[in-house]
């Protein structure tokens, strides 16, 4: 079957020769072309996601949703760009103007960039590199950059303490974000998305099964990372008003939103390639066409729970998030870290063993390092859960002989 | 294709940059930061050899890693040592952290 | 002239003259933004010179931590020496221009000699380079000694840096 996209592609560049355009002229315009489809998908794909998530949030929330423009309101988020777009466009008198303009471009790059990595299908992809879950760290920097730049820029001072939580709190969860990426990229022995996508070939191969708590891990950091309820600090309505984005109005906070709305499906496209098998799936091989749909039905899935989480979880404390990340998940990243690969070291030649029994040696040891890594990966979690629990415990009895009073006293009186 | 000349000479052209920002600076961290334009330009001589004279010799990646850690470690501590300085003597000025000179 | 060449030429004349903005800008946070902007033209440069690996380090460590460090130090210590009171220079601006400018002389003219000075990049396969450093970084004929020492030092580095800015109690007084 030939792929339409490649067909496509060919076609155009056939056209081209005909008008007689230099090949790397031509080369170039299609390169750009490819460049702006991606973009363009994902910014499309955000807009659909904005209308999903007011009618899933509502429904969980026992209500209607937009239910006024189109036909089940279908059309509202088209409605609420052109109301983004005719809003009057405001910049303090005392913002750094520059700063304050490109922050939110920065803001949409830093995620739409995360898109020329990712493999569609087993033949749609933006670019192919060896380095690239290392390049998604990397691109997720400028995120954090956009944030302190609208903070700072602003010259408000809910701004930058927005700003200065947000620094804290990403920077913070940039570190069990990168080792628990690290996991997969062990057990595939490569940083290039799709080769980790061709190694989850069926569902015991799905690196989900063999490290299920570096996939939370992965999630609850990204999820942190996009800045989205229960980790919201950073643009807090209730404390700091809307954090870094209080002075921005009209497209410029539109452009914010947009950059949210995207990052958060990005990381469930990402927890889908990364631990879900991506575009692999049955009857993928007659018809590469089908990754699309499981791609597509593996990052909506995730992309629902983190959803869910939004309409269901309160936000937590800012010391919660700071103990949350520096207490459980970069110490259980750590040795999740250590432990995966001598557990995959060591159950390398455990199938030799085996290859008496029935079977062929090979697909048992597959089996047997995936159950290792189970193993694994439940007993540092169950280990990780029993510790919180004592602690927290010890904890509470701690408070309970020591009962706070629960009336606001006078700061304590300065030394002076 | 570009020669290395090309390279060289934007390197030597940052490394003098930063060199004047080190020297000429009064704000701490603004020494810091030419300390950290001059490490950039060591390390695009080093993957600029590395590339022209002998790709399989990884040395030049190498070296370029351990400049990164010795950055990082340099800005962290760098850093703590000008929030310590600046809570104690309300400045970041080189020229007024002064106690020890005679 | 090559496409490669004007994009080398476009990123080497931006990173230089936002590296002088660097050491010339009064605003701290301003200096910061184009320290950003250097420190990205120079990961262009190892993406030129076939380097992937290095570049996407040098966003994640230059412009995620150590930039963005820097602009949270500029807003911690706002004072007099950074935004519109004060000279951004001390009173050793000539000399330390007239010793850059040398500096730069001096490397240029000394290279400038070597006979590989404007050598073409040979073709070369550079697709294994990542494997081959992981390798030599782990091997004990290879890296692992500057590796560990520099583990050691990082280590070092971040107990030593909480340990400077930890608050003490008898400061307060």
Do not use: C
Not at chain 1, 354 to 367: Q, R, V, Y
């Amino acid at each position: 079957m030939m792929d339409p996209l490649v067909a496509l592609g060919d076609w155009l560049l056939s056209l081209a020769a005909k008008i007689n355009l230099p090949p790397a002229v031509s080369q170039v315009i299609l390169y750009l072309l490819g460049v702006s489809v991606i973009a363009t998908v994902a910014l499309v794909i955000t807009i659909f996601n904005t209308w999903l998530e007011r009618k899933i949030a509502a429904r969980l929330q026992d209500r209607i949703g937009p239910n006024r423009v189109g036909p089940w309101g279908l059309l509202q988020p088209i409605a609420d760009a052109i109301k983004m777009l005719t809003k009057e466009d405001t910049t303090p008198a005392a913002a750094d103007k520059v700063a304050y303009n490109i922050a939110p471009i920065l803001a949409v790059v830093s995620v739409l960039l995360i898109w020329a990595v990712i493999p569609f299908t087993s033949v749609w992809y933006g670019t192919k590199l060896n380095v690239a879950v290392l390049y998604i760290a990397a691109v997720g920097s400028f995120g954090v950059l956009a944030v302190l730049m609208a903070g700072w820029s602003s010259n408000n001072k809910y701004a930058l303490l927005g700003a200065f939580r947000a620094v804290s709190q990403l920077i913070s969860y940039e570190v069990p974000l990168f080792l628990s990426l690290l996991v997969p990229v062990l057990l595939a022995r490569s940083m290039d998305i799709s080769v980790i996508v061709e190694k989850q070939g069926s569902f015991l191969e799905m690196f989900v099964v063999a490290a299920p708590l570096a996939a939370l891990l992965f999630f609850i950091s990204s999820v942190a990372e996009v800045g989205r309820t229960p980790f919201d600090l950073l643009e807090a309505e209730s404390e700091i008003v809307a954090g870094y984005h209080i002075e921005y109005s009209g497209f410029k906070f539109g452009m914010f939103q947009a950059g949210e709305f995207m990052h958060t499906f990005t990381i469930g496209a990402l927890t889908a390639l990364l631990f879900l098998g991506g575009w692999q799936g049955p009857l993928v091989d007659q018809y590469p066409i089908l990754g699309l749909v499981y791609f597509m039905g593996k990052s909506f899935a995730v992309y629902f729970v983190t959803m869910w989480m939004r309409s269901t979880l309160p936000r937590i404390r800012i010391d919660h998030m700071q103990a949350l990340n520096w207490k459980i998940l970069v110490p259980v990243a750590l040795v999740l870290l250590m432990l995966t690969p001598l557990v995959d070291y060591f159950t390398k030649d455990l199938g030799v063993l085996f290859s008496a029994f029935p079977g062929s040696p090979g697909e048992l040891t597959l089996t047997w390092r995936t159950a290792a890594l189970l193993l694994t990966n439940l007993v540092v979690g169950i280990g990780a859960l029993d510790i919180i629990r004592r602690t927290s415990k010890r904890n509470t009895k701690a408070r309970q002989r020591f009962p706070e009073r629960a009336v606001a006293r006078p700061p304590k009186e300065e030394a002076a | 294709m570009i020669p290395l000349s090309w390279y060289l000479v934007w390197a030597a052209a940052l490394f003098a940059v930063g060199l004047f920002g080190v020297l000429a600076r009064k704000n701490i961290i603004a020494i810091l930061m030419g300390v950290e334009l001059m490490l950039n330009a060591v390390n695009i001589n080093l993957v600029a050899f590395w590339r022209y004279l002998d790709v399989r010799d990884i040395t030049g990646h190498a070296f370029a890693l351990m400049v990164f850690a010795v950055a990082a470690a340099e800005v962290a501590v760098g850093l703590a040592l000008v929030i310590s300085l600046y809570r104690r003597r309300q400045t970041v000025a080189a020229d007024e952290v002064d106690l020890l000179k005679w | 002239m090559t496409p490669m060449q004007l994009i080398f030429i476009f990123t080497a004349v931006a990173s230089t003259v936002a590296a002088i903005m660097v050491v010339t800008r009064r605003n701290m946070v301003h200096a910061a933004l184009f320290l950003v902007m250097t420190l990205f033209g120079v990961a262009v440069a190892f993406v030129l010179l076939e380097a992937p690996f290095l570049a996407v380090v040098q966003v994640v460590v230059y412009i995620g931590a150590i930039a963005i460090l820097m602009i949270f130090a500029v807003m911690l210590t706002r004072n007099v020496t950074d935004d519109e009171s004060g000279h951004p220079f001390n009173a050793n601006v000539r000399l330390a221009l007239l010793s850059a400018v040398f500096v730069f002389s001096l490397l240029v003219v000394t290279l400038g000699g070597w006979a590989q000075f404007s050598a073409i990049a040979p073709f070369a396969n550079t697709s294994g380079a990542v494997a081959q450093l992981g390798e030599a970084l782990a091997a004990a004929d290879g890296y692992v000694l500057a590796f560990e020492v520099a583990s050691m030092l990082l280590l070092g580095a971040l107990v030593g840096a909480i340990f400077v800015v930890w608050p003490r109690q008898a400061e307060n007084d």
